[in-house]
Structures are given as structure tokens and as C-alpha cells.
């Protein structure tokens, strides 16, 4: 595993600094920032739901 920062929010401001597993020389998968990897979007709601940034599997890839 290897550390990257991901830098997310509205604005790029947010940085955050993850695990990340290399797929291939540009792409790289990380524990979905929303749902911390678990899928469940549960913040604010009554009902936890699956989480739409990373349709409920808890990775998402970014460019490296
Ligand atoms: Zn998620």
C-alpha cells in the first residue's frame, strides 16, 4: 500500500491522505472518501442507503 493525497471537496481544498492500491501506472484505487470504504451512506439520513459516489462498493479509482 501507498500513501497519495487526494485533494476533494467543492473546491480541491479538502486534502486528504489515503491508502492506495495501484491498478495500473495512471489508475489507482482508494477507500471511497464519503463512505470511508463501508458503502453506506448514512450521514444526516434516518435510513442508511448505499453510497452514490461509489454505488455502494466502497473503492473508488482516481488518476494518478
Ligand atoms: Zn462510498
Known amino acids: 500500500m501507498k500513501k497519495i493525497t487526494v485533494y476533494c471537496g467543492?473546491?480541491?481544498?479538502?486534502?486528504?491522505?489515503?491508502?492506495?492500491?495501484?491498478?495500473?501506472d495512471?489508475?489507482?484505487e482508494i477507500p471511497c472518501l464519503e463512505c470511508e470504504g463501508n458503502g453506506i451512506w448514512n450521514y444526516g439520513y434516518d435510513e442508511s442507503k448505499s453510497c452514490t459516489n461509489c454505488k455502494g462498493t466502497g473503492k473508488q479509482y482516481v488518476g494518478l
Open 10 to 24: 467543492w473546491w480541491r481544498n479538502t486534502k486528504v491522505e489515503t491508502n492506495v492500491k495501484i491498478i495500473c
Open 26 to 28: 495512471i489508475v489507482g
